[in-house]
């Protein structure tokens, strides 16, 4: 039980690295369609992004703020050996809820959607460290 906790964080990291590469192509795209100067990526100033290019800018930012929690999450379960089917169950839960933010964020961009399915990994995060928190101060 306790390897196969690594693979949900697996999952995020190449998550990570899809979203990443999109944006590396969608980048090059805006330049190649002369919609954005090659000069506007030394400082990320000087013009105007396409919509395409920022939600996903923006999402892979957010792929380095919450998602750490996650990180740090799972890495307590494994040093605490911790891991059991329901700490499995909440980490592919949270992957696939980003997953789906990925999807709504970057692709269809409605706003209410996109808030609720945040909202559920948020939700989701909160429960594994309440639950790590709460095992903590049993033992």
């Given amino acids: 039980m306790q390897a196969m906790m690594l693979y949900p964080m697996f999952a995020m990291v190449v998550l990570t690295i899809v979203v990443g590469v999109l944006m590396v192509k969608q980048r ?4 190649m369609e002369g919609g954005v ?18 939600r996903t800018s923006q999402h892979y930012e957010n792929l380095f703020e919450t998602p750490l929690l996650f990180y740090v999450g799972v890495l307590s379960i494994q040093v605490l050996q911790q891991a059991d089917a329901i700490y499995l169950l909440l ?15 970057i692709v269809i961009n409605r706003l209410k959607l996109r ?19 709460a095992e903590l101060l049993i033992t």
Avoid: E, Q, T
Avoid at 28 to 31: G, H, I, L, N, T
Avoid at 118 to 131: A, D, G, N, Q, T
């Fill in 37 to 54: 100067s090659p000069a506007y990526f030394k400082l990320n100033r000087g013009g105007r992004l396409p919509d395409y290019l920022v």
């Fill in 28 to 31: 090059y795209r805006a330049v």
């Fill in 115 to 133: 808030r609720r399915v945040f909202l559920v990994s948020v939700w989701l995060l909160v429960f594994i460290w309440l639950r790590l928190a």
């Fill in 91 to 105: 980490s592919w839960l949270y992957v696939l809820s980003r997953l789906a933010h990925a999807y709504v964020h």
